[in-house]
Every structure is written in C-alpha cells, then in structure tokens.
C-alpha cells in the first residue's frame, strides 16, 4: 500500500516546493541520478535531461509544456544495458504507460529505475510553445497557470493556442493509485489540491520505508476530498472528445480508399514510426530487403492495374505499424507531433487500438506483469467456425 | 460478360493443409481452379505482411491453413497465426473493409474434402461479393 503526503507550499511557490522534495531523494542518497525536464537556455522550449549535481535541479521543470521525445525512450536507452546506480525519472503517465510496454519488449529494464509520476495538464507542440514564449505567453507564468488551474482541472490554455489533440483526448491524466496507471514509485499528485499551499506525494512500496527513515517526508493518510472529483471531471472531459474524434474519425474513414483519401498527403517519410516510443522493433521490416524487389516485379505489379503509385506500400506500412504495436499504443500523440503533413495519426492507431486492445481485454501500460497480445495466445480463444474468424 | 472468378492466394502449412490438398488431389476430390498454393512450413509463418500484398496486388481472397489446435509441427505456430490473423482481420473492419476475405481454416493432412469443400465454399462467398476492392486501389 502506498503511503501518502504532503508538502506544504510557501508563498505561493509550488515548483520550488517539488523541487526540494526531488533534491533531498538525490541529496540523502535514495537515488543517485535523476530524469528530468529543464527549460533550455533559449527559454523558448524544454529537454530531457539525466542529473547528478542536486543544485542543477535548480529551474528544472517537473509539469514540462512540450513532449519533444517520449521519455519512456530516454528511459530505454538509459536501463537497458547495464545501469548499476539508482535514477529516477520524472514522467507524465503516458510516459510512465510507454515505459511499462517497452518493459515488457525487454526494452526498459525497471530494476534500478524509480519512477516518478506526475499529474499531467496536457502539453503543446514544440513550435506552438516556442512561439507562445517569444510571445512572453511561456515560461514560468504558464507553469503557475497550470499549476493554479489543477486545483479545479481547469486548465485554458494560452489564448489562440490549444493543446496537442493528443493530450486533449488522454483519459489518462494522473499517476493513480487506483491504479489507471500502476508502475509509479513516487506520484506528485496535483489535481483537486490547493496548489498555492500545499501538494500531495505518495511514495509506493519500494522507497516508503528509506523516504520516512531518512526523514524526507512524514506520511499522513490524506488527500483532499475534491481530488477525486477533480479527477473524474478532467477524465470524463477527455474521454467525451476522445469519444468525438473516434466517432469523427469514422465518419471520414467509411473505407479504404476514403482512408487514402484523408491520408493522402502521406509522404512515407516514416516519422509516425521513428517518434512512437512503442514501435519497438529494432530493424523496421519497411526498411529491410523484404521492400526491395527486382525492377521487373515492380513492372508486374504496375501491369496488374494499369499503373501503381510509386514507392508503393504507404497503406501496407500503415496497416503493418498497426498490426506490430497498436495494441501498446499508448495514445502519446507523438506520431501527430512528428507527422510533417500534421496528419491525425495518433486518432487512427488510438482508434483501431480501441478495438484491438478490447479484443483481448488488454490496456497497455496498466501493470508490467500482462503480456502483450502480440506476443501471447491462448489455445482456447478466438473460434474459428467455418472460416469467419 | 464472362462470371467473375475470384482469385484466391492460399498460405498452407507443409505438414497439415498442404498435405490435406495433396490428398484431395489425388482422391480425386473436386474443388473450382481459382486457388494459388503457397507452400510453407507452418502457419505461424504466415506475416500479416503476405495476407495484405496478396490483397492489395490483385487476390480476391486469402485462405491461410494450418494443423488443428495441438497438431502444429511447431507446436504453437497455428496459436500464433490465429492471434495474428485476428488482429490484422480486427484492423481492416476497424478501417471500414468489414467483408470477410481472409480465411484462416485448421485442415489436417487426412481432411483431403475438408480442403475441397473450402475451397469451394470460399470461392462461392467471394463470387456473391464481387471482386476486391482493396486490388483497385493503384494509389495503396
Ligand atoms: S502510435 Fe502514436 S500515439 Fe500510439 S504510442 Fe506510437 S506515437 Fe504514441
Ligand atoms: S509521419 Fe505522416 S507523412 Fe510521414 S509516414 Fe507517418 S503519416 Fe505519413
Ligand atoms: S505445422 Fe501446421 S500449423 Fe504449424
């Protein structure tokens, strides 16, 4: 059972306050390292960063505005080979969500890794927040909006700006200890709190014991009773513009031509499939000999149907993608943000995934021990009466 | 106009199907000539890859064939296929392409009219459906 906190806020300085909660776990030793968000010197936008020095914690920014890469990889390349010191890492829950998928792929090695999970406002695009701050509309005054704006889960963003679709259609905002998303050591939990006097920390059982021994937190078990309400007013909201966009969505993709129609300004460049922290596999199949084919197979093919568009397969990389990762598909948003036609990719792969992940009763990123779909079966499952499967 | 004659590509495992059509070859079993064999060691090497091609590059249908639960050579290869097939299958009616083109039949090597009556089965369904769509679509 996790144990709960929490910490009082001076002054109104609510971003100071969680960061001298994370700077006595890496000055008293619990961990020695830590993942973590932090402005740029150019201000006008925020990076991953790996720290060891307490002091340079100083400015980082745990609610980051921007995703400019999905952390859950940061998080792979730092655990998979041979980490022997304790990090932790500050992640949004559907980083925390792609971290757990990529655990189960033996990407993400959770052994010396402590998770710190952090109620999340939604974030922007990289360009939108570039410009919001050269418009002074960034910064630490956005920060304190958000952060003001979670006591009641109202959040407006800057005017003429809107969150990434993204994040506007995430039901899973919080790091909850209902478990929507499980894998978390630590959860700054900010919603249904009154940010400007205090927060709330729940440590899990992994650190509960060092944190209350060293002195760093004392737990008391309570939680303002509006969090949940809070909580379920921000998820009710998403989920009904997740539901519209599906709904939206289908209206548009009746099939496969029209879903050519609406992708049809997909350049193949392929930058849905190198963002997406699921696409877990290491040679992408699109970019191996299996798409390199004698010229006289092309001339074949383009017999067949008079003609072919060239290079073929945009709607075979598509489907394939689909049919590799969508069952982990997370809904990050990251293929939307990466796409240079801005087309709506994240709503196609959260939607077949819908389908899909019901299917097999699965939710990615709930709890490290469920096994993947794609890489599971049951011998009693799915019939297969006269050919309709 | 000449009836439509639908094109089936048929990815059949070595040990069960594959044996199971050799069978109804040589027993004499009749089933229409619309289907193309591709042969392969099991089921569970068919890639969803394969399934798509074959339908965007002009079969009307696809049939994939293995052994019956707890038969498979390979011991869980027809397990694989069955979860791949149904996610590939979920996919497609996900993105409107409901019609149901993609069959995927346990038949074991003595099921010799198991295999006939499929193939003739499966090629009536494709008739009543008209040809396939997906093999249009020079712009995929
Ligand atoms: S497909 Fe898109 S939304 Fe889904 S996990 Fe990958 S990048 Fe995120
Ligand atoms: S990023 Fe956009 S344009 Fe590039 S392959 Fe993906 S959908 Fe197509
Ligand atoms: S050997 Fe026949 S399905 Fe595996």
Known sequence: MAKKAAVKVKEGRIEEAIIGFLKSLLERGVVEA????????????????????????NGACVLSPTMPVQSARVISNLTVKNLGKKVAAILKPCEIRAAVELAKFLQVKLDNLY????????????????????????????????????????????????????????????????????????????????????????????????????????????????????????????????????????????NL????????????????????????????????????????????????????????????????????????????????????????????????????????????????EEVPPVASFKEDELKIESGAL | MAEFEPRIVAFLCHWCTYTGADLAGTTRQQYPPNIRIIHLMCSGAVDSIYVLKALIDGADGVLIGGCHPGDCHYQTGNFKARRRVAILKGILQQMGFTENRVWLKWISASEGKLFADTVTKMVEELKKMGPNPMKQLWNA
């Not at chain 1, 960063?49 to 340079?56: F, N, S, V």
């Not at chain 1, 093919?301 to 394939?320: E, Q, S, V, Y």
């Open chain 1, 34 to 57: 830590m993942v973590i968000p932090k402005a740029l010197p150019s201000q006008d936008g925020f990076v991953q960063t790996l720290i060891r020095d307490p002091e340079k914690l």
């Open chain 1, 115 to 254: 998770v710190i999970g952090i109620d999340c406002p939604g974030t922007f695009e990289v360009t939108d927040y570039a410009k919001m701050a050269q418009e002074g509309k960034g910064g630490e005054s956005l920060t304190k909006e958000f952060l003001k704006g979670m006591e009641k889960g109202e959040i407006p963003p800057p005017s003429g700006y809107v969150f990434r679709t993204a994040c506007q259609m995430c039901e899973y905002p919080v790091v909850d200890s209902t478990l929507r998303v499980s894998q978390a050591d630590v959860i700054i939990k900010l919603f249904g709190y009154k940010t400007d006097q205090e927060i709330g920390i729940e440590i899990g059982d992994k650190l509960e014991k060092e944190v209350e021994e060293k002195g760093i937190l004392s737990f008391a078990d309570n939680e303002p009773a509006s969090r949940n309400e809070v909580v379920n007013k921000v998820i009710a909201e998403r989920t009904k513009k997740r539901d519209a966009l599906f709904q939206e969505f289908k209206g548009v993709v009746k």
């Open chain 1, 257 to 368: 031509q029209t879903f050519l129609d609406r992708f049809s300004t997909c350049v193949r460049c392929h930058n849905c499939m190198v963002a997406c922290p699921i696409c877990y596999c290491k040679e992408c199949v699109f970019r191996t000999a299996v798409f390199e084919h004698d010229g006289d197979q092309f001339l074949r093919w383009a017999d067949r149907k008079g003609g072919i568009r060239m290079p073929p397969d945009t709607l075979i990389f598509h489907l394939i993608r689909m049919s590799h990762m969508v069952t982990s598909c997370i809904g990050c948003g990251l293929c939307d943000s990466a796409c240079p036609s801005r087309l709506p990719v994240a709503t196609l792969f959260r939607s077949v995934g819908d389908r899909i992940q019901k299917m097999f009763q699965y939710v990615p990123g709930r709890n490290v």
